[in-house]
């Protein structure tokens, strides 16, 4: 199945400051993740026949178009099966249909899957195109750098299940909703879950040498310079405490953090 990808400038934290729209097929051909309408979108969007609006989830920098795309295409608008509230306050669009992990929507003679990927958002999806074909991450993943994954909306072990389900899949091609195509998955999977181990081994590092709040586990967590990103680190450094105390590592209150008895 044809996949295309078009890069939308968008407010956003990605380093790129872009993010991917896709459309999958041409007749018929899948809308994803439309960000924000440019010349160029307009112009691949006229030359398929769309009919089916996904998003992989609804952080406001891959929704900005839904709705203008929506009414000029008269395609079917998906939202995750119990985050309708969600979609529509992101979007201001009402989804015609929505869609669980595991459904199949056919597309010509081929089809796309929905596979459950939660963690960076709550909602997140990946969509597999064809059988055994290439996979739309969103955020899950990225071919350099690594994901923001932060508290209270990101959930940093259902994070972890996600980049190790994808790489039990094996897909031939991830195409993430930021920066260039994913070439070898398995191989950057493999990047990202021993980057959020090392951050975890720092943060219980940071505790266990008496830090107890999120400032004070920040400074062993991370040896970077944080200017214009330390709230991303704060939320991502509180996601981790929150897996580690559920898994028995640490006491997390959401204030104040100490090495489990």
Not at 33 to 43: E, N, S
Not at 108 to 136: C, K, M, T, W, Y
Request: aromatic share 4%; with cysteine.
């Amino acid at each position: 199945m044809d996949v295309t990808r078009c890069s939308v400038p968008v407010a956003t934290r990605a380093p790129t400051g872009e993010t991917n729209a896709y459309l999958l097929g041409r007749d018929p051909a899948v809308l994803v993740d439309p960000a924000a309408r440019t010349d160029v979108l307009d112009r691949l969007v006229d030359e398929r026949s769309v009919e089916h609006i996904l998003l992989t989830h609804t952080h406001p920098d891959h929704v900005g178009a839904v709705s203008a795309y929506a009414e000029e295409t008269a395609a079917t608008v998906w939202a995750r099966y119990g985050r309708t509230d969600r979609f529509v306050d992101a979007t201001g669009t009402e989804p015609d249909r929505t869609v669980k992990p595991g459904r199949t929507i056919p597309l010509g003679d081929d089809s796309v899957r929905i596979r459950d990927a939660p963690g960076h958002a709550p909602d997140h999806i990946a969509i597999e195109v064809g059988r055994d074909g290439p996979i739309l991450c969103g955020d899950c993943a990225v071919r350099e750098g690594s994901v923001v994954v932060g508290a209270p909306e990101g959930d940093m072990r259902a994070y972890v299940t996600t980049l190790r389900r994808l790489w039990a899949i094996d897909p031939p091609l991830l195409w993430p909703g930021h920066g260039p195509a994913i070439e070898r998955p398995r191989e950057t999977l493999e990047r990202l879950l021993s980057h959020r181990k090392r951050r975890e081994r720092r943060i219980l590092e940071g505790v266990a040498a008496g830090g107890k709040t999120l400032e004070t586990i920040l400074e062993t967590a991370y040896e970077k310079d944080l200017s214009g990103v330390r709230d991303l680190a704060r939320a991502t450094v509180a996601a981790h405490l929150e897996k580690l105390a559920v898994e028995g590592h640490v006491a997390w209150d959401g204030e104040q953090a100490v090495p489990s008895d």
